[in-house]
């Protein structure tokens, strides 16, 4: 398998500028999650899907930021607009069943960088 | 608050030495606590998971230990490897929460030097 697939593996945009992070979970895995992570922060949860259907979204910073899981092998992060303070790495991530003792697989990551 | 303090923030070792992360946690009651690797550049790769009533889960030259009475985790990795240089990120799973309430730790960066 190849793993969690994430696209692009780095952005560079304008301020202002529409963003979206593309992912594709583990064939077969049910969950998947959106995480952000910057230095003072670290690891944040934004959303998390099961069975293409978002279960909570309390982490998504607001407004601008929004997510979709149209099938069971894709899921989009949309910013728009982009601001600076949005630099930072994403990470998808999937798990078999969703349950908080599973252990989830992450992606590479897609560094944005909003200029 | 439910916190997870981790210590040192990072930590330089030679390569053949062993060395132990701390995770302090403030969470209770809770299900589990993950231990993830992250190297530079790539998503953090899971390492060990324990439930509140384990006390020790290896994975090759890694060991986690949990002691739940005083809210404290510890990794230990045993003969190092340049390998291991990389983040250790702790993360608690609050009992009866779901993902929304996984707390992170900031992790120990880790540098193997030969």
């Known amino acids: 398998d190849a793993g969690v697939i994430q696209s692009p593996r780095h952005e560079v945009t304008e301020m202002g500028q529409e963003v979206t992070l593309r992912c594709k979970p583990i064939?077969?895995?049910?969950?998947l999650f959106w995480y952000r992570q910057t230095m003072m922060r670290g690891l944040e949860l934004l959303i998390y899907?099961?069975?293409?259907?978002?279960?909570?979204d309390s982490g998504m910073p607001e407004d601008r930021f929004s997510a979709k899981m149209p099938n069971a092998s894709f899921s989009t992060l949309k910013i728009q607009p982009s601001e600076p303070r949005d630099s930072a790495v994403y990470f998808c991530?999937?798990?078999?069943?969703?349950?908080?003792?599973?252990?989830?697989?992450f992606g590479p990551g897609t560094r944005l960088l909003v200029l | 608050k439910n916190q997870v303090e981790q210590s040192p923030q990072s930590l330089i070792i030679l390569e053949g030495k062993n060395c132990t992360l701390q995770?302090?946690?403030?969470?209770?009651?809770?299900?589990?606590l993950r231990w993830y690797k992250q190297d530079t550049g790539r998503g953090p790769v899971s390492l060990t998971i324990?439930?509140?009533?384990?006390n020790t889960k290896s994975n090759g030259r890694y060991t986690a230990t949990l002691d739940a009475d005083t809210k404290q985790s510890s990794l230990h990795i045993t003969a190092s490897q340049l390998s291991d240089s990389a983040s250790y990120i702790c993360?608690?799973?609050?009992f009866g929460g779901g993902y929304n309430k996984l707390i992170f730790g900031a992790g120990t960066r880790l540098a193997v030097h030969p």
């Open positions: 991530a999937s798990s078999n069943t969703g349950t908080s003792s599973e252990t989830q697989y």
């Open positions: 064939s077969g895995h049910n969950s």
């Open positions: 899907f099961n069975n293409n259907v978002p279960i909570d």
């Open positions: 995770c302090n946690y403030t969470v209770s009651p809770f299900s589990n």
């Open positions: 324990m439930t509140f009533s384990e």
């Open positions: 993360v608690v799973s609050p």
